[in-house]
């Protein structure tokens, strides 16, 4: 699997956009890049996920670099409930090891009133 | 809701009890997981049925029985349990085993004592 690298935490005002950032600058040509949160004391949750075109859904937009070796997590207006645990995973659509999910550290999204 | 629902929401049992958790997915999927996930730890996979057989079970002790018996059910069967066995106890579905896509439960938070 490519590896990812988050910041460990970043702060975003209510209302705001809230970009998340993440490196895999080892990704190879059929990996995807899968984003999931946790909020605290919950399941894992999926957001988004793309392979090298911008994706956008009802959560969220997923914008990947050209070169694919880093991607950016855009929640347009964040609000106190995106407070989470934001992952950033890069693996191939059908997985390893059965759909193993392998999270790293994340990113720790506080959303301030 | 992410269409996977867990019950019960917290167990407290004794290291001599036989208890079960369980998970119903209401997604159509083919594949469920569960997952344990203790304090300070990464996500560990436990086990992984497609169409209702089992097709992986990464080295988890006896004392945790699963049973798929339709592709909508999924159940973990709870014995002799140890105070290192508490934990998060997550169930996910996703629409095919491997898949990196996959929702999950609002978890069972287990305190074995």
């Known amino acids: 699997d490519a590896k990812t690298t988050q910041p460990p935490s970043m702060d975003c005002a209510e209302g705001r956009a809230a970009n998340l950032p993440c490196n895999h600058s080892?990704?190879?040509?059929?990996?995807?890049v899968y984003w999931y949160r946790q909020i605290h004391s919950q399941g894992p949750q999926y957001i988004i996920h793309g392979l090298k075109n911008n994706e956008t859904n009802e959560m969220a937009s997923l914008i990947i670099t050209e070169d694919r070796k880093s991607s950016t997590l855009i929640l347009p207006h964040a609000t106190l409930r995106d407070t989470a645990v934001y992952y950033c995973i890069v693996n191939y659509a059908g997985g390893t090891s059965y759909g193993k999910l392998t999270f790293g550290q994340g990113t720790i999204l506080t959303v301030h009133p | 809701e992410t269409g996977v629902t867990q019950t019960p929401r917290h167990l407290v049992m004794g290291m001599t009890n036989k208890k079960s958790l369980k998970c119903e997915q209401h997604?159509?999927?083919?594949?469920m997981y569960w997952y344990k996930q203790s304090a300070k730890k990464p996500l560990e996979l436990m086990f992984v049925y497609s169409l209702e057989e089992r097709v992986e079970n990464n080295s988890v002790p006896s004392r945790f029985s699963p049973e798929c018996p339709n592709s909508s059910h999924l159940f973990l069967h709870l014995h002799t349990l140890q105070p290192e066995d508490s934990a998060l106890y997550l169930c996910?579905?996703?629409?095919?085993?491997?898949?990196?896509?996959?929702?999950f439960g609002p978890g069972t938070r287990l305190l074995v004592l």
């Open positions: 997604l159509g999927h083919n594949a």
């Open positions: 996910a579905s996703s629409q095919e085993a491997g898949a990196q896509t996959q929702y």
């Open positions: 080892t990704i190879s040509g059929n990996e995807y």
